[in-house]
């Protein structure tokens, strides 16, 4: 029986196939809609958590002033110094590696590129606390820091605009705020000075791309000792500008950052009723608040999105009743020469889902193309979640049976001689 009215639906449909597709439309709509928003959104919330995870593995920044970022404001507010990191390592528990950080813009120049670029002073703790991984030559060493040597590791975008296709590793490059001269090892000797240095590339990193802190691969990492010592000079001992930490694997990331403002805050000599004039960030608390916010959203667009199912529902359900009038001496006939009342029910209902269906499956294909299309514009991983696809279908087709049992209710609810004498 069932297999009847199926066929018999399809028939209905190709009788009727201009408005079998107005009537699915809203369904189409609303199914493609659906989905889009959903598997967007999934991809935007990898997207996030990708670029989080790149910052670093259980990363926690500390820097002085008041907010995160580029923007942040940390004018008049002291440093970090060698002694705060001593401390931490030796007081604080959880961490598994500790970086200090002092990072200036300079200019740098190879032959006749040149350049301002991100220089960042650091310890080689900093390459695996951030996740970096390198793409040729050699990271910093411990000897590099203890001796202050003029070496450097650049990344992927520093290295393209210096020396192009150019191998890089073993070649000079100069550093500084005064660097005004091309870079070679005769010339280094001659003209070097507190501010201005030829450093040595002994390593380039892989790419890591953008972050919501701007372009990482566009940086130079030198021992800190070595940008103390030739670059910036050191004219007091809060020169740190930023302390990472790498926290151990299932450590208490809230009281770790606990501990860390308590012992930061007495080391400051901060009272109790003064805000902190430093900051402490976990990679794993910004990516899980992000996550939310961007799932919460991406839930509020897919039903605004929902809407437009329902109204395709509505679509199905005033098509059926004018398929219902339109048939009414065909429903008499049935009824007259035996037909149950439930038969007739099931027919009507059967091609009220077959619509919907229908559309479920032609919004799935489109959403399909959609996604992988919009995801390449936007730059988002595409993500098939095959579950919020199969839940867009199975509600497409209870949209179906919930608005066309009224027609159908009305269609076996006929009486049989009153439908026999319709025109």
């Not at 200019?107 to 695996?128: C, E, L």
């Not at 302390?243 to 450590?251: K, V």
């Not at 919004?363 to 098939?384: D, K, N, T």
Request: aromatic share 6%; charged share 15%; proline share 3%.
């Amino acid at each position: 029986m069932l297999g009847n009215a199926f066929h018999i639906a399809l028939r209905e449909i190709r009788r009727n196939l201009m408005r079998a597709f107005l009537t699915v439309l809203g369904v189409i709509i609303g199914v493609a809609a659906v989905i889009t928003m959903v598997t967007l959104g999934q991809g935007t919330t990898q997207a996030v958590k990708n670029q989080i995870s790149s910052l670093g593995s259980n990363l926690v920044m500390l820097r002085p002033g008041m907010g995160f970022g580029p923007r942040a404001s940390s004018a008049g507010v002291p440093n970090f110094t060698q002694s705060d990191v001593e401390a931490l390592t030796s007081q604080i528990d959880g961490i598994a590696a500790i970086a200090p950080v002092s990072s200036s813009s300079l200019s740098t120049i190879y032959r006749q590129n040149a350049r301002s670029t991100s220089v960042t002073g650091t310890h080689p703790a900093y390459f695996g606390i951030n996740n970096w991984k390198l793409a040729s030559g050699r990271l910093l060493d411990e000897s590099d820091l203890q001796t202050g040597a003029a070496v450097c590791v650049i990344g992927d975008t520093a290295k393209t605009e210096l020396f192009g296709s150019e191998d890089p590793i073993g070649k000079l490059i100069r550093i500084g705020k005064a660097a005004t001269s091309t870079s070679s090892s005769s010339s280094a000797s001659k003209s070097e000075s507190p501010y201005s240095s030829s450093f040595q590339v002994v390593g380039v990193l892989a790419p890591k791309g953008q972050s919501g802190m701007g372009n990482q691969d566009d940086t130079i990492i030198v021992p800190i000792s070595a940008l103390q010592r030739r670059l910036t000079g050191r004219t007091s001992s809060r020169d740190i500008s930023q302390i990472t930490i790498s926290a151990e694997d299932g450590a208490d990331s809230t009281r770790l950052i606990a501990d860390i403002t308590s012992l930061m805050r007495s080391r400051r000599n901060l009272d109790r009723n003064e805000d902190s004039d430093f900051n402490v960030f976990d990679t794993r608390q910004i990516a899980e608040t992000l996550s939310s916010s961007t799932k919460m959203m991406t839930t509020l667009l897919a039903a605004v999105a929902g809407v437009s199912l329902l109204v395709g529902g509505i679509g199905i359900m005033n098509i059926m009743l004018v398929s219902v009038t339109e048939r009414t001496r065909e429903i008499g006939i049935r009824l007259a020469i035996g037909a149950r009342a439930r038969e007739v029910l099931l027919q009507f209902l059967v091609e009220a889902i077959t619509l919907s269906c229908i559309g479920g499956i032609a919004g799935i294909l489109i959403a399909f193309g959609l996604c992988y299309a919009l995801s390449r514009v936007i730059q988002v991983p595409f993500l098939f979640d095959l579950r919020i696809n199969l839940i867009a279908f199975f509600f497409s087709a209870a949209i179906g049976i919930v608005f066309g049992f009224a027609p159908a209710r009305r269609a076996a609810a006929l009486d049989p001689i009153d439908a026999l004498r319709h025109e």
